[in-house]
């Protein structure tokens, strides 16, 4: 089995059906490529020397008390962060120690290498995918980032057939898209066979 360390910000127990079926526990990893302007997780992005580091054993041991938990209401562990799909020889060795009773999920923004989200698939129950918006210009304005390696592998998982395992968030950003730019982002994704939408707004304060 291979070994791998992975820094995490944070471990949230007893979540219901906020990340993924039943009771969750959120496994959240420092790291992240993207730069969003509203970051919800800005810990994730400082310097990553003061959190604590794990191994997938290490962690299947303190996430395990709520085993039965997991068992009872089809949940289980949920990673985010920053970006789980960084770290897919870590995720793919905690399934080894957890076996398939729980479900495994992830939170993910999917900007990774292809490569990444090929080796999760089979290990990954439901992947939420935070897509901000579809339309290039709007993304890279929003996260810093090009969203072409998020197409890619959107077109991956639609050629896997893995669309209803997935739950697409898609946000109205204050001051960054519309309505009509929701839309678009929708209508692009059904056309790609996605139909589980979570859509939202992003409520900022102003200072």
């Known amino acids: 089995m ?18 993924g079926d039943g009771v969750t526990t959120l496994v959240a990893f420092h790291g992240c490529p993207l730069n969003c302007r509203y970051c919800l997780n800005p810990q994730s992005l400082i310097d990553g020397s ?5 191994t997938p054993e290490s962690l299947y041991r303190e996430v395990r008390i709520d085993g039965l938990y997991f068992l009872a209401t089809n949940g289980g562990v949920t990673f985010g962060g920053g970006e789980p ?6 995720i793919n060795s905690f399934r080894e120690f957890c076996g398939d009773g729980w479900q495994i999920n992830i939170e993910t923004s999917l900007n990774v290498p292809s ?11 439901t992947l939420i995918i935070d897509i901000k918006d579809m339309n290039r210009d709007i993304y890279r304005n929003y996260t810093g980032q090009h969203n072409t390696q998020v ?18 968030r898609l946000p109205l950003i204050p001051d ?6 929701r ?16 859509l939202f707004t992003y409520h900022i304060r102003k200072h």
């Open 2 to 19: 291979r070994s791998s360390l992975a820094r995490i910000i944070g471990i949230s127990r007893h979540r219901l059906s906020t990340d």
């Open 50 to 54: 003061r959190f604590k580091e794990y």
């Open 85 to 90: 799909c960084l770290h897919p020889d870590f």
């Open 115 to 125: 490569e990444n989200i090929k080796s999760l698939l089979p290990t990954v129950n």
């Open 151 to 168: 197409l890619a592998n959107l077109r991956f998982i639609a050629d896997c057939g893995r669309q209803g395992d997935c739950i697409i």
């Open 176 to 181: 960054f898209n519309t309505e009509t730019d």
């Open 183 to 198: 839309h678009a982002s929708r209508t692009a994704l059904e056309q790609l066979g996605f139909t589980r939408f979570d």
